[in-house]
């Protein structure tokens, strides 16, 4: 069975600092990842997704993540961080686009001036 | 730039009573999911439908919901006969493939803003 961990609930962090959202997954196949952001009180928008290919990962608002397979990674960084990236951000795995979504517990980020 | 939309935005109902969520996909769409948020939880997966039928569901998703699409453009979620823990974000989402129903096909799941149910 897929499951996500994100090990950090909420990470504060300052204006135009770097940041890490960690991210592990378990399958016994291949998946796919994605990261989702939530912006308070809206949707779900995506982030960036890893399908195949190419391990780093380049996403809207300068995000990015890296597929590391050995460790089960997929963490999301930011080498400086706005007010605007405020939010909640969920890691997913998904064996398809047609397979339903599982979702990790989120991290809340927040940025401090 | 299409989009997945939501009404209504917020429900308030009273217990026991019936709801009805509706999303209109985006429309080259086969694919349609609905997924819920309790507050201050994980979003979690209640069912998938494909060629008008469903094609994947979760515990959640038991015999108080069902889902329809009843016209080419809506995809509704209804629960008969709400329960207090009811109260939550449902979100819709869609997706692409093919017409040859390849569920390899790799793409996107777009998700609506949310329809925020409130069971008092």
């Known amino acids: 069975a897929q499951s996500v961990t994100q090990l950090d609930s909420q990470v504060p962090v300052f204006e135009e600092a770097p940041v890490e959202l960690r991210c592990n997954y378990s399958?016994?196949?291949?998946?796919?990842l994605f990261w989702y952001v939530q912006y308070p009180n809206q949707g779900l928008q995506l982030l960036l997704k890893?399908?195949?290919?190419?391990?780093l990962v380049k996403g809207i608002n300068g995000f990015e993540a890296e597929f590391n397979k050995s460790q089960t990674s997929f963490h999301l960084r930011k080498p400086s961080v706005h007010i605007s990236d405020t939010a909640e951000y969920f890691c997913?795995?998904?064996?398809?686009?047609?397979?339903?979504?599982?979702f990790g517990s989120g991290t809340r980020l927040s940025i401090r001036p | 730039e299409p989009e997945v939309t939501q009404t209504p935005s917020h429900q308030v109902t009273q217990m026991g009573q019936e709801v009805i969520l509706r999303c209109v996909p985006i429309?080259?769409?086969?694919?349609f999911y609905w997924y819920r948020q309790i507050l201050g939880q994980k979003v979690e997966f209640l069912v998938s439908?494909?060629?008008?039928?469903?094609?994947?569901k979760s515990e959640i998703f038991d015999d108080q919901f069902s889902v329809e699409r009843p016209d080419g453009s809506n995809f509704t979620l209804k629960i008969r006969s709400t329960k207090l823990e009811d109260s939550a974000m449902y979100f819709c989402?869609?997706?692409?493939?093919?017409?040859?129903?390849?569920?390899?096909?790799?793409?996107?799941?777009?998700f609506g803003p949310g329809t925020r149910l409130t069971v008092l």
């Open positions: 989402a869609s997706s692409g493939g093919s017409g040859l129903a390849d569920i390899q096909i790799t793409d996107t799941q777009y």
């Open positions: 399958s016994s196949v291949s998946v796919y």
């Open positions: 890893y399908l195949s290919g190419s391990t």
């Open positions: 997913a795995v998904a064996y398809s686009s047609a397979s339903k979504i599982i």
């Open positions: 429309s080259n769409h086969l694919y």
């Open positions: 439908f494909y060629n008008n039928e469903i094609s994947e």
